[in-house]
Every structure is written in structure tokens, then in C-alpha cells.
């Protein structure tokens, strides 16, 4: 179970059957891909069960299977994915940060990173990447937990909050 899902079910906001299949959404993005057997155990779900649900998500593109019987991000997801990444606040936001990224990555010689805060996880939404030939890169889309990362202890330090939320 994800630190987004349990947030969920522990307000009692997510009908269990939905939060199943968002679950093994979830798990299987996470992973980069991964098989029924490996899906059903992270969810916590029978192979029958998460199998149903695995097929519904492949069936509406949101994940596609290869021949080994993998499940990976599909093309409505991806469609979505970028959707969501142009329009809305938070497009507007990283349509906004991303000249300030730029010249910071620029300036540095290292990448640099806009982060938001996602429930109990700290989420990279955009990125400039450094020109260096060894680089991080990538991290756009990945959460990071609050506690042990540098992004999510930015977010977990008392009286930051304020200057943050009020730009």
C-alpha cells in the first residue's frame, strides 16, 4: 500500500474497490512495471482479484501488458500524465518556475527541481537538468518521502510553510 493510498483509506475518503485499483496503479507505476504475481502481493490482494482489476485499467489504456506479462504505464495515462502537466494550477505554476529553474541549473552547473507537497510525499513536477555529463536526472513524476529526503525535509521544517504556500 502507497503513503498516497493510505492517507486515503484512513480518512475514509476512497471506496475500497477504488482505492484497490488505484492501489495497483500505483504500485505498478512505482515500479516501472511489474508483473500480476508481484502487483496482487504488494496490494495485498489475491492474483484473481488484482487480475480483474489490472485487466479494467489495461482495457481503458491506463496499463499495457507484454508478452512476459508485464504491466506498464499505458498511452491514456501517459495522455493524461501530460495533460495534467500543461493545464491547471499546477501547469501554470511550472509554466511560472521553469525560467527561475533554468537560469538556477545554469548558474549552478546542477539540476534543479520544483517539488509540491502531495499528501504525505513531496512530488517533482519539473526540473532544468545540468549540462554536467554526470547528473541526476529523471525525477520528474517520483515521490520522495518527508522524512529522509532533502525535498521532503524542505516541506517537514517548522515555520517554512507560510513563505512557501504565500508565493
Request: net charge neutral; with cysteine; proline share 4%.
Amino acid at each position: 500500500m502507497t503513503e498516497l493510498s493510505k492517507l486515503g483509506e484512513q480518512n475514509d475518503l476512497v471506496p475500497r474497490s477504488i482505492g484497490r485499483v488505484l492501489d495497483l496503479l500505483e504500485i505498478v507505476l512505482e515500479a516501472g512495471g511489474c508483473n500480476l504475481a508481484s502487483a496482487a502481493t504488494a496490494a495485498d490482494l489475491t492474483p484473481t482479484t488484482a487480475l480483474r482489476h489490472l485487466r479494467a485499467l489495461e482495457a481503458r489504456g491506463y496499463l499495457e501488458r507484454d508478452g512476459s506479462g508485464t504491466f506498464s504505464a499505458g498511452p491514456t495515462l501517459l495522455r493524461i500524465s501530460a495533460t495534467l502537466h500543461e493545464a491547471g494550477p499546477l501547469g501554470r505554476v511550472v509554466t511560472v518556475a521553469q525560467p527561475h529553474l533554468d537560469a538556477l541549473a545554469l548558474a549552478t552547473g546542477e539540476s534543479s527541481y520544483l517539488v509540491v507537497l502531495d499528501g504525505r510525499v513531496a512530488t517533482y513536477v519539473a526540473c532544468a537538468e545540468s549540462s554536467r555529463a554526470i547528473r541526476h536526472v529523471g525525477w520528474v513524476g517520483q515521490n520522495v518521502p518527508l522524512k529522509g529526503s532533502a525535498a521532503g525535509e524542505a516541506f517537514a521544517k517548522p515555520g517554512t510553510m507560510a513563505t512557501r504556500t504565500g508565493a
